[in-house]
């Protein structure tokens, strides 16, 4: 295989975004007859994109459960999963933590919403009360697993799958079958996973185009400094401070790190949920960046619920667009607090699209401003959700990657080989024995 090849698909699925983009946009700003709006935009676009979704979606839950009860199955000794989990726990904090502040900093240099016409934005905004964190904890136990898979409920989902993985270690010569029967339906369903990344042109441009489509730049205008200062933020954290942190924590270079995170970008770009984007991120930090699964299998899912750096970081920005639009000045107790709440919100928040602004009520609560305020950015929310996906995403391969290098659980020829992981090779090869 050819690093031309290999290259092939990650190719295609990024002319895939931008003709997307571009024709979602023409498709917007041309007066188009109703048959195409009904055909091919709600017709056309919104089946393939659906079922794309869709596909990806179906993985997840086999997916995670499979691989992770293979992952701990695959620990040498059992005391590496506790250190796994606190390792992964604190840095997903702590880049959460380090997300708002640099938000927040930025946004208060920039200043967005000084000025801003709040009788421009229509759109009303109910609020709707995001989970406390004493029943998050409550609920990480589930009641049944069954309905814990029934409703993709991913911390749930991971409770059980390391308990039942670990009930396989320690159970002897019984477990070792039910522990060679999870390698293999592991490979089975990774094949799956590369099936659907082989649909992901057709997939992403679908989604592209419709969104854009039915979305329009012009909302864009009247909120480009909050837009502006989002955006800034967002992409310092992804090629700033993941690469610094890649860098001196696990002497990883950035650029191969970022190169391979195209994919899973795209995804994460078009589907605007990190919790769909799960099995795409999986296969790129397992087989194109090394992480072994006994890592992966545990930090991808768990950081993909509770990592999410993106979305913090736009609740700072619209905590201080909206501060300003509305003329209240933050103190600092204030900013401490939307970093300490915008880091347990992200906790709390579901890895769907749009999520984020329903633990954005409870940020603004906390600093006394008013819930109405979201109205103002719901407008432009739909882009800057794909975006901040995109970091949540990015951010969660690079801390699996830091935590499987300091554990030994990463395979630098694998992070070095421009090829490694190719899908091409991958989805074209005979049937494998292995149970790797
Ligand atoms: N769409 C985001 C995600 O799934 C969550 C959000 O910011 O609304 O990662």
Not at 83 to 101: C, D, E, P, Q, S
Not at 130 to 139: C, E, G, H, K, R
Not at 258 to 281: E, H, N, Q, W, Y
Not at 303 to 327: E, L, P, R, S
Request: proline share 4%; hydrophobic share 55%; charged share 10%.
């Amino acid at each position: 295989m050819t690093a031309r090849r290999t290259h092939h698909l990650t190719r295609q699925i990024v002319i895939a975004m931008v003709a997307g983009i571009v024709l979602g946009v023409a498709l917007n700003r041309v007066d188009t007859a109703g048959w195409v709006q009904l055909f091919v935009i709600d017709g056309l676009l919104h089946v393939v994109g659906t079922v794309f979704v869709s596909a990806l979606k179906m993985m997840v839950v086999p997916l995670v459960f499979v691989s992770l009860v293979a992952g701990v199955t695959a620990l040498s000794d059992l005391s590496a999963l506790g250190r796994i989990g606190v390792k992964a726990l604190v840095l997903y904090l702590a880049t959460t933590a380090i997300a708002v502040t640099l938000a927040l900093s930025l946004a208060g240099i920039v200043g967005p919403g000084e000025g801003f016409d709040a009788g421009e934005t229509p759109a009303s905004f109910s609020g709707n009360d995001a989970p406390p964190l004493t029943q998050v904890l409550i609920d990480l136990v589930p009641t049944n697993p069954v309905a814990a898979m029934a409703e993709g409920n991913m911390l749930q989902i991971i409770v059980f799958a390391l308990l039942f993985g670990i009930a396989i270690t320690m159970s002897g010569t019984r477990g070792t079958h039910v522990l060679n029967l999870f390698g293999d339906l592991n490979t089975v369903i990774m094949h799956m996973v590369e099936w659907i990344m082989r649909l992901a042109p057709y997939g992403v441009f679908a989604l592209i185009t419709r969104t854009f489509a039915t979305q329009g730049l012009d909302l864009l205008l009247p909120l480009a400094a909050y837009f502006l200062t989002l955006t800034a933020a967002l992409a310092i954290q992804v090629f700033g401070v993941y690469p610094l942190l890649l860098r001196t924590l696990a002497g990883l270079n950035p650029l191969t790190f970022l190169k391979k995170m195209r994919d899973p970008a795209a995804f994460a770009f078009s589907t605007a949920s990190s919790g769909a984007t799960i099995p795409v991120t999986l296969h790129t930090v397992e087989k194109k960046m090394g992480v072994k699964n006994s890592v992966a299998s545990f930090s991808v899912p768990l950081g993909a619920t509770i990592n999410m750096d993106g979305t913090a970081m736009m609740q700072g920005v619209a905590t201080v667009f909206i501060a300003n639009v509305y003329g209240v000045d933050l103190s600092l107790t204030d900013y401490l607090l939307v970093v300490l709440t915008a880091t347990l919100a992200s906790v709390g928040t579901a890895a769907i699209p749009a999520v984020g602004l329903v633990t954005l009520t409870m940020v603004l609560g906390q600093v006394g401003l008013p819930v109405e305020g979201i109205a103002l950015i719901i407008g432009v929310d739909r882009l800057l959700d794909m975006m901040r996906t995109v970091t949540n995403v990015t951010g969660d391969a690079a801390i699996s990657c830091i935590v499987a290098k300091s554990e030994n659980a990463f395979d630098q020829a694998v992070f070095d080989d421009p090829e490694a992981g190719s899908v091409e090779a991958a989805t074209q090869r005979p049937p494998s024995h292995s149970t790797a």
